[in-house]
């Protein structure tokens, strides 16, 4: 069945950038997302990619794929304190159903 | 626009009565709503997917007569909670997809969540 995973922690200090992970096993996936949860808060959409394109840029974030090895990945750029929260990355194979990693917990110090 | 409400957004009860919990999408027709389960520290977990008018389809191990779903209109979803214990205790997510979503393009708007306490 279908697996994302992802890294539980990141900490990083004001200014810097980051960079958040995620695998998936299921390559039908047209569609790739990154969603943002705050605390005792619902999913926040931040972006999503589509299959076929290796890159996209928005503002301070920059989602990169490399489907061959089934990989995503989040940089933010010039990261602030109230990016704190956790990411979740997502995929729907071939369904009508989101795949959820399992989260990583940023957080950032100034 | 996409904003989709859940209430309430707390509730704490006594073990063996029942919880309803609502999800509205205020400003957009909803075919689909799904609804989540969250342990704390951990990803969402999807329990059920609701097409209005219909019945809900429930993943492998949730309990249907456990959680009731009904999705009555095209705006709203209510998750019963019947018989609540304390191993219930959780944060309850509900998502709206709109009605001109397809397969492929699957945005889902999501409500604040509401945090069940069984006592």
């Known amino acids: 069945g279908e697996d994302v995973e992802q890294s539980l922690f990141l900490s990083v200090r004001e200014g810097d950038s980051s960079v958040i992970n995620c695998t998936y096993t299921?390559?039908?996936?047209?569609?790739l997302y990154w969603y943002k949860q705050e605390p005792g808060a619902g999913l926040q959409l931040l972006t999503y990619?589509?299959?076929?394109?290796d890159m996209k840029q928005d503002q301070r974030l920059t989602v990169l794929l490399n489907k061959k090895d089934k990989h995503l990945s989040l940089r933010i750029a010039d990261t602030q304190t109230g990016d704190s929260a956790i990411y979740f990355c997502a995929e729907n194979g071939n369904t009508d159903k989101l795949i959820f990693g399992t989260g990583t917990r940023l957080q950032v110090f100034p | 626009g996409a904003v989709v409400s859940q209430h309430p957004s707390w509730v704490i009860c006594k073990s063996g009565t029942s919880v309803k919990i609502e999800c509205r999408s205020l400003d957009f027709q909803a075919t689909t709503m799904f609804w989540y389960r969250q342990f704390p520290k951990q990803s969402l977990m999807l329990m059920a997917t609701?097409?209005?008018?219909?019945?809900?389809?429930?993943e492998q191990g949730v309990e249907k007569d456990k959680f009731l779903i009904n999705h009555a209109s095209l705006t709203l979803s209510t998750l019963t909670v019947t018989s609540a214990h304390p191993e219930d205790s959780s944060f309850y997510i509900c998502?709206?997809?709109?009605?001109?979503?397809?397969?492929?393009?699957?945005?889902?708007?999501f409500g604040p969540g509401t945090r069940l306490t069984v006592l």
């Open positions: 998502s709206a997809r709109g009605s001109d979503q397809t397969m492929s393009w699957n945005e889902q708007f």
């Open positions: 299921d390559s039908s996936s047209t569609y």
């Open positions: 609701s097409n209005e008018g219909s019945k809900a389809t429930y």
């Open positions: 990619i589509f299959s076929n394109m």
